[in-house]
């Protein structure tokens, strides 16, 4: 029944289904001469390769039954319509998909939700809750709104024929700032695995042995009861690297 209905299907309707639903080629099939060009860079294809990384890890890692390749070729709001395919050769499509799946936030958000999570601004308290999935922010006072708060957090990534460590601690609104701080350090690989706590534990072992005995004390008394927003300042970042 449903291949009668197909064939019986007006033309314009199928014009409009197709303009609708992208249709890509197999990737598997012999190249064709009317296959569709794409001129890039060599950055945009890195971007592409990053986010399909990402999209396979955050769905492994969250046990997400979905495609992660179907994922790549469907329509998302996040891009405003378009596919990451295509969206995610651009910079900032690149970063909003980076968080997203980094921060395991769900399968497709509102731009403005991951845009408001890539802002920077210490000291602001957001009033707007920008995880509309549930459970991930950190609420305190009446009426839900972000209060700024110390964070630390450890990174171990290999890369680069080296062994990056680092611990980096500093006060924000949320985690996400953090994290999107480390990215801006470090890059997004480093980002999406970065291990970051509220508050301070001395006894960590990503931070014995590595950080300082006098930031380990500044960071002690932040962690005490105080007034966070006279402390916006606050920025920590200790790291080494190794040859692997």
């Known amino acids: ?62 046990q997400i039954s979905h495609d992660p390749m179907a994922w790549m070729l469907a329509p998302r709001q996040l891009f405003g319509g378009e596919t990451a395919l295509e969206a995610c050769l651009e910079r900032d499509h690149c970063l909003r998909a980076i968080l997203l799946h980094g921060l395991s936030i769900g399968v497709d958000a509102q731009p403005g939700t991951i845009d408001a999570l890539l802002s920077d601004e210490p000291g602001h308290d957001r009033t707007e809750d920008p995880w509309p999935f549930g459970g991930h922010g950190m ?44 990215r801006a350090r470090f890059g997004s690989a480093a980002a999406a695995q970065a291990d970051i706590q509220p508050g301070f534990d001395p006894d960590a072992p990503g931070t014995l042995g590595l950080v300082p005995p006098a930031i380990l004390d500044t960071l002690m008394q932040s962690g005490r009861r105080v007034r966070w ?7 920590i970042t200790v790291e080494q690297r190794l040859p692997s």
Do not use: K, W
């Open 1 to 62: 029944m449903n291949a009668i209905a197909l064939t019986r299907e007006a033309p314009s309707a199928r014009l409009a289904q197709s303009a609708a639903i992208p249709v890509y080629e197999d990737p598997l099939d012999e190249d064709d001469v009317l296959d569709v060009e794409v001129t890039t860079s060599r950055r945009g294809l890195t971007r592409l390769a990053l986010v399909a990384a990402e999209t396979s890890a955050h769905f492994s890692r969250e």
């Open 139 to 182: 609420s305190s006072g009446s009426g839900g709104s972000r209060r700024l708060r110390l964070y630390s957090a450890t990174i171990v990534i290999a890369r680069g024929g080296e062994i990056l460590q680092a611990f980096h601690a500093s006060v924000a609104p949320s985690a996400a700032v953090v994290r999107e701080r480390i």
């Open 229 to 235: 927003a006279s402390l916006a300042g606050l920025d």
